[in-house]
């Protein structure tokens, strides 16, 4: 296996930002989330040496970098595609056709969970996984790409998302910034913005979000006032 430093995957640019990541914590091993986004960011997973480069600029074991690495599955041990398209198929969002949207897009694309249709990092590929509650139920059946997201969705609508990104186009998100690529993202993630203006483009909310919060403001309610002291726990029962 190369070592970290004959390998050539991590130049000196990145090498340059590891630095600033890890000058942000107190404590240096703060730094492996974002850490180990930055390296998704060059490598579009997290490879072995990925974990070693971590584990070398971190002084960590690799043991503690793979503990973290396999925990969290936003951190991918798979090259990825182009493009990550994650499918909400957490309850609400399964009810209202999200396991439809998944099966459809796993048999148009020949493809599982976490797997890539097209040789991984080419444009249009696409790696395909489903997601647990991706924190939109109002706006369900939700689907992400490159954790962007695409609202309100449909059986139909979903294969056309998938069409027009292997045919090398960027739709526009529902909200959030401009679609760009995974790479470009965890660029991001790990809290490197080379194109600030852009990455905060794009509307934040959906209008039915925020709906009941513009019902109240319309209406003139307000939350009750807190109380000045929190209300006393009952007493337990005592021990026989
Ligand atoms: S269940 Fe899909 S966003 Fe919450």
Redesign the pocket.
């Known amino acids: 296996m190369t070592s970290v430093e004959e390998n050539p995957v991590f130049d000196e640019l990145t090498r340059q930002r590891t630095k600033e990541i890890v000058a942000r914590y107190p404590q240096s091993r703060s730094a492996l989330l974002p850490l180990l986004h930055l390296v998704q960011s060059v490598e579009g997973h997290v490879s072995q040496d990925g974990i070693r480069y971590c584990a070398e600029a971190l002084e960590l074991t690799t043991a503690e970098v793979s503990a973290v690495a396999t925990f969290y599955t936003m951190y991918k041990r798979t090259p990825c595609g182009e493009h990550l398209v994650s499918v909400?198929t957490?309850?609400?969002?399964a009810a209202l056709g999200?396991d439809a949207i998944y099966g459809r897009l796993k048999e148009k694309l020949g493809v599982g969970h976490e797997e890539t249709a097209g040789e991984p990092g080419t444009p249009g590929s696409l790696t395909l996984e489903h997601a647990e509650?991706?924190?939109?139920?109002d706006l369900?059946?939700?689907i992400q790409v490159n954790y962007e997201y695409f609202d309100n969705q449909t059986v139909e609508s979903a294969e056309d998302l998938v069409d027009a990104l292997q045919r090398g186009e960027r739709p526009a998100p529902t909200r959030g910034a401009p679609l760009t690529d995974f790479k470009t993202v965890e660029l991001e993630l790990a809290g490197v913005f080379p194109d600030l203006e852009r990455s905060v483009e794009g509307p934040s909310v959906s209008p039915e979000t925020v709906r009941g919060a513009q019902l109240a403001t319309e209406r003139g309610w307000v939350a009750p006032a807190m109380p000045d002291a929190p209300p006393a726990f009952p007493a337990l029962p005592e021990k026989k």
Not at 90 to 93: A, E, K, Q, V, Y
Not at 133 to 137: D, G, I, N, R, Y
């Open positions: 909400c957490n309850t609400l969002c999200g509650c991706l924190a939109a139920c369900a059946p939700v």
